[in-house]
């Protein structure tokens, strides 16, 4: 029989919204002794992988028979990101976060610096949308100083985004796959915007077989059709946020393209020429880096679209902020 023996210390606020607690779990004759914090009336934030493994295996033992939903972000969260958590929230029994500017996705010459960190907001939308639980580890945690093992996915490399970006996608493989192994979640939720990396993970999670369902939610838009990113923050020059419109108006004269045909299939130089006039005709566009049309399910660039459809993605240079998005046809 287990010894379960819970104890409680409050150390005071230290910091705004924010309560030190000290949870003390002890099972048989081993004692557990772990650091969390709590945001708002429940919200508990775990900075360690320790601490988080700790709470993780702590459900299996008091609530073997529920569902656990992740949804593993970046931070500087918007409604896009709630989306995924509510979505998880009306799926699942618990809800855990995660919050980690993961530096191994990051090009030498990327953002990774300037990428916007807002933990207090974050942390707000979270406790609003009925999280339990986020881990917000450190570089240092995830990634020890004898960290030699990398989560290397072939056969993306050539497509127009992972050529874009060396490095990046193992970057992103390793981290997730981490995270996933940590959490062990029943449902993990991704967001349609970045279409390869939902393609890399599912292979990912396959090949590995990592725990859980990879489930990928439609990308949430402004009215003006713009995708929702933490990145739009950069568009502060004149102009440039009403000139980031012009990709989705690309994707919509794509799908239109398609649908109008009155063809079982269509060439996809057909539709890429629709789209790229588009783009061209955009004046504050310093660099049009692809428009792809690609398998739904491997975003393989394909000639023709058919029955099966197609993925649509592009990204482009607006002034010096990179930008994708994508369209399911």
Not at 115 to 129: G, Q, S, V
Not at 179 to 205: E, I, M, T, W
Not at 248 to 267: C, D, F, H, I, N
Request: charge should be neutral; aromatic fraction near 8%.
């Amino acid at each position: 029989m287990h010894k379960v023996q819970q104890v409680l210390r409050f150390h005071g606020a230290c910091r705004p919204f924010f309560r030190r607690l000290v949870y003390i779990r002890r099972i048989t004759d081993q004692a557990t002794h772990t650091d969390f914090e709590i945001f708002g009336d429940r919200l508990k934030i775990f900075r360690s992988v320790d601490s988080f493994v700790v709470y993780r295996n702590s459900l299996f033992l008091s609530e073997p028979s529920k569902t656990v939903g992740f949804v593993p972000t970046m931070g500087a969260l918007h409604v896009g990101h709630k989306s995924l958590y509510d979505c998880a929230r009306t799926e699942n029994d618990i809800l855990i976060g995660s919050i980690f500017v993961n530096p191994t996705q990051f090009g030498p010459n990327e953002d990774l610096d300037r990428y916007p960190r807002t933990p207090l907001a974050d942390c707000e939308l979270l406790a609003a949308a009925g999280v339990d639980a986020v881990f917000m580890p450190t570089p240092a945690d995830m990634y020890g100083p004898h960290h030699r093992t990398w989560v290397v996915p072939e056969g993306f490399d050539h497509l127009p985004e992972a050529a874009d970006r060396p490095g990046h996608f193992r970057g992103v493989a390793t981290v997730v796959a981490q995270l996933l192994n940590l959490a062990r979640p029943h449902r993990s939720y991704f967001g349609q915007k970045d279409a390869l990396q939902c393609a890399v993970l599912r292979r990912v999670a396959a090949d590995l077989r990592l725990p859980g369902e990879i489930v990928v939610r439609p990308t949430v838009r402004e009215a003006d059709g713009l995708a929702l990113s933490s990145r739009n923050a950069y568009l502060t020059g004149p102009g440039e946020r009403e000139a980031a419109t012009v990709l989705y108006k690309a994707l919509l004269a794509v799908q239109e393209k398609r649908e109008s045909s009155g063809t079982p299939v269509v060439k996809s130089a057909e539709l890429k020429h629709v789209g790229m006039q588009i783009l061209k005709a955009e004046p504050l566009i310093s660099s049009i880096q692809y428009l792809s049309i690609g398998s739904k399910e491997t975003m393989e660039e394909i000639e023709e679209v058919g029955e099966d459809g197609a993925v649509v993605s592009l990204a482009v240079k607006l002034g010096s902020v990179r930008l994708i998005d994508n369209i399911v046809l």
